[in-house]
């Protein structure tokens, strides 16, 4: 698919260069718009916003549909006010909402301006709800059924709005004052008799989400129960809307962005592309987080000079503070990285630390001792090293596996038990704590075993 992509790129960057816009459209028309839409992506501003006039209109809404974010904005930004009035207008409420959220208010107001009124109500309606919440999320253009209907009324009424809805597949039965009784699918309607009515093969038995359930809540909903849409309810159980499979994937993507960025130590940047976050903003995301883990770094350094004068009497063991430093570090993101997946999925809960401890100090016990026996064999074979120096560097391994592993695995949940992210207690935190753990217990084992203390 990739090579096609490639191919395609090629074929209509040379079709604009020589400005054969007919064979150009041709060639655009059979396309797919998603692939459309990665081309135009990879081309200049200048060359997509040519590229984008071109289009023919029965795909040139789909096809901004899947562009990033700061190309539709550019292009959105470089249109007459008639010509983005009418993309909005075309585009899934939901979607027109998510554009307009990042783009500047005198902007958004001369687009509104010259928009269809319905338009300016459901994006005002989206626009309500907090970031992050269902209601944000979700798309209001779903087909809504009347429990009087018969099979053969629903059909008629999915005819007449099927072209302006997300998706046709399910239908919601509500009564006359918009309450949540039901859903049909479109197969059940077809499957069923005419005069049949539809109340009597709805399904009563849904699952629905709160305008204000947080989106990371309403993915694991999707996830739990397996759907590809689900209804958005306010808090007296009337129908605002849908969100659908495809925003709950992009929940998922975002979500997961964040979470390794804040395991990495550094700010999140939202789901701004890469290249589109200048040098200035990528800095101001990444420095607090360097010079917090710099200055509590310093904490190792100052137990290295403790021990300053023990290293000078028996300098061999400074050769081995990286490894055993590294390998608790790793220990320790081994076992976090763990805990705070099963907590993103509600597999472990606070409830759970003993459990969670347990375990991991079984593991810690098999992975130290098997790191501690192979390192040995090569302390004493390949090093050289007189057997108690050996003891000590193999001794402190275990115990190094064992508290990294401790600390993995308890500081995800506590920080989750007082309301911060687990993510952020992930890999710079603990490998902080860790290092300066694994120092500690090296030397006290090095001047205690070896007598190097005065």
């Not at 041709?26 to 998603?34: C, F, H, K």
């Not at 338009?119 to 005002?124: F, G, L, M, S, Y």
């Not at 809960?349 to 390192?375: P, Q, Y």
């Amino acid at each position: 698919m990739e090579e096609k992509i490639v191919d395609y790129e090629a074929l209509l960057i040379e079709l604009l260069e020589e400005k054969q816009y007919t064979k150009l459209r041709e060639v655009l028309s059979d396309m797919q718009t998603a692939d459309v839409a990665a081309i135009m992506s990879e081309m200049e501003d200048e060359d997509s916003l040519k590229m984008f006039r071109i289009l023919p209109k029965s795909i040139a809404v789909d096809v901004f549909a899947d562009l990033e974010l700061d190309a539709q904005q550019y292009i959105i930004q470089s249109l007459s006010d008639k010509e983005a009035s009418s993309i909005i207008d075309n585009l899934m409420a939901d979607d027109a909402t998510d554009l307009l959220e990042e783009m500047p208010a005198n902007i958004v107001r001369r687009i509104l301006k010259n928009a269809k009124p319905e338009t300016r109500a459901d994006i005002n309606k989206l626009l309500r709800y907090p970031e992050g919440s269902a209601g944000s999320l979700m798309t209001v253009e779903y087909v809504d059924l009347r429990q009087n209907m018969t099979v053969q009324d629903a059909l008629e009424r999915i005819r007449d709005v099927a072209e302006d809805m997300e998706t046709v597949n399910i239908c919601y039965v509500l009564d006359a004052k918009r309450l949540l009784l039901g859903a049909v699918t479109l197969s059940s309607l077809v499957l069923n008799k005419p005069e049949t009515p539809i109340v009597d093969f709805m399904d009563d038995n849904l699952v629905s989400i709160g305008t204000l359930t947080d989106q990371e809540e309403a993915a694991m909903m999707f996830q739990k129960y397996d759907f590809t849409a689900m209804p958005v309810v306010d808090n007296e159980n009337r129908m605002v809307g849908i969100i659908t499979i495809d925003d709950v994937v992009d929940i998922i993507q975002e979500e997961a962005t964040e979470d390794i960025e804040k395991m990495a130590a550094i700010t999140p940047s939202g789901d701004t592309p890469y290249f589109s976050v200048t040098v200035w903003e990528t800095y101001k995301n990444r420095i607090p987080w360097l010079l917090l883990l710099m200055i509590s770094a310093t904490v190792t350094g100052a137990i290295i000079t403790r021990y300053e004068a023990a290293l000078a009497s028996y300098v061999v063991l400074t050769a081995y503070i990286p490894m055993l430093m590294d390998t608790g570090g790793n220990s320790g993101s081994q076992a976090s990285v763990s805990i705070i997946r099963g907590i993103s999925l509600n597999e472990i809960e606070f409830g759970d630390i003993f459990r969670t401890i347990w375990k991991e100090m079984r593991v810690a016990i098999l992975c130290g001792v098997t790191l501690a026996a192979a390192n040995f064999v090569k302390l004493i074979l390949i090093d050289k090293l007189a057997l108690n120096v050996a003891a000590v560097i193999c001794l402190t391994l275990v115990l190094v596996v064992f508290f990294a592993k401790f600390i993995g695995c308890t500081l995800p949940l506590l920080a989750k038990k007082i309301g911060l992210d687990p993510a952020v207690m992930a890999s710079p935190f603990i490998t902080t704590l860790v290092d300066a753990i694994s120092l500690t217990v090296y030397f006290f084992l090095a001047t205690n075993i070896l007598h190097l203390a005065a």
